[in-house]
Nanobody, 123 residues
Framework: QVQLVESGGGLVQAGGSLRLDCAASGRTLRRYAMGWFRQRPGKEREFVAAIMLSGFNTNYADSVKGRFTISRDSAKNTVYLQMNNLKFEDTAVYYC????????????????WGQGTQVTVSS
């Protein structure tokens, strides 16, 4: 089992930045591919970013490319999502997820989920 806890959400003005952290316990993250997803108000949960086990290969949703960066620190068992130039439409609950396999954009392929952290961007 892997327990994931997100932190770092909050209220920010459009154009601002936030960093989300996902701390894992139970097992080392080195064995898992990690993803960030979000659920905007009235919408289904959607893919944001994913990172391979090695930490070198990443993938992003088109809507966040060039603004968000996913990274991991295996020594700290933590995954990060740096969000810059935030827009009102980035307002959502952000979830961290882990899967014991390759990087994936599909939430159904993830085995473990955090409880989510709220990000609110004011226009």
């Amino acid at each position: 089992q892997v327990q994931l806890v997100e932190s770092g959400g909050g209220l920010v003005q459009a154009g601002g930045s936030l960093r989300l952290d996902c701390a894992a316990s139970g097992r080392t993250l080195r064995r898992y591919a990690m993803g960030w997803f979000r659920q905007r108000p009235g919408k289904e949960r959607e893919f944001v970013a994913a990172i391979m086990l090695s930490g070198f290969n990443t993938n992003y949703a088109d809507s966040v490319k060039g603004r968000f960066t996913i990274s991991r620190d295996s020594a700290k068992n933590t995954v990060y999502l740096q969000m810059n130039n935030l827009k009102f439409e980035d307002t959502a609950v952000y979830y961290c997820a882990a899967r014991s396999g390759p990087r994936s954009d599909y939430e159904a392929e993830y085995d473990f989920w955090g409880q989510g952290t709220q990000v609110t961007v004011s226009s």
